[in-house]
C-alpha cells in the first residue's frame, strides 16, 4: 500500500508514475483520500527492490508532485469488521 502526503486528492482516473530519485519505478493505480486514517492512502505495482516497506517515493499527478511511502496492506482487517486506523 502506499501513503500519500499533502492535502486530501481525487480519487486517481488513470495509473499515475511513482518515482525514486526520477527514475520511474512503478504505477499508482488507485488513490483516495481516507477520512479514517486522516490521509491518502493508495496502491499500485511497484519495483520489488523499491517496495521495501518505508520505502519513499514521488507520484507524479496532475496536482504536482507527491511524496509516498510504501506501507503495509490492507488498510482493513481481515475480518472487516473496522477499519485498521480505528483505536
Given at each position: 500500500?502506499?501513503?500519500?502526503?499533502?492535502?486530501?486528492?481525487?480519487?486517481?482516473?488513470?495509473?499515475?508514475?511513482?518515482?525514486i530519485?526520477?527514475?520511474?519505478?512503478?504505477?499508482?493505480?488507485?488513490?483516495?483520500?481516507?477520512?479514517?486514517?486522516?490521509?491518502?492512502?493508495?496502491?499500485?505495482?511497484?519495483?520489488?527492490?523499491?517496495?521495501?516497506?518505508?520505502?519513499?517515493?514521488?507520484?507524479?499527478?496532475?496536482?504536482?508532485?507527491?511524496?509516498?511511502?510504501?506501507v503495509?496492506?490492507?488498510?482493513?482487517?481481515?475480518?472487516?469488521?473496522?477499519?485498521?486506523g480505528?483505536?
Amino acid at each position: 500500500g502506499l501513503m500519500i502526503d499533502g492535502d486530501p486528492i481525487r480519487p486517481l482516473a488513470f495509473p499515475f508514475d511513482c518515482q525514486i530519485d526520477g527514475a520511474s519505478m512503478g504505477i499508482a493505480t488507485s488513490a483516495c483520500y481516507s477520512p479514517d486514517y486522516a490521509s491518502n492512502i493508495g496502491m499500485g505495482f511497484i519495483a520489488t527492490e523499491s517496495a521495501e516497506l518505508g520505502s519513499e517515493m514521488t507520484i507524479i499527478a496532475p496536482e504536482g508532485e507527491l511524496a509516498a511511502r510504501v506501507v503495509p496492506l490492507p488498510f482493513f482487517n481481515p475480518a472487516r469488521k473496522t477499519a485498521a486506523g480505528e483505536r
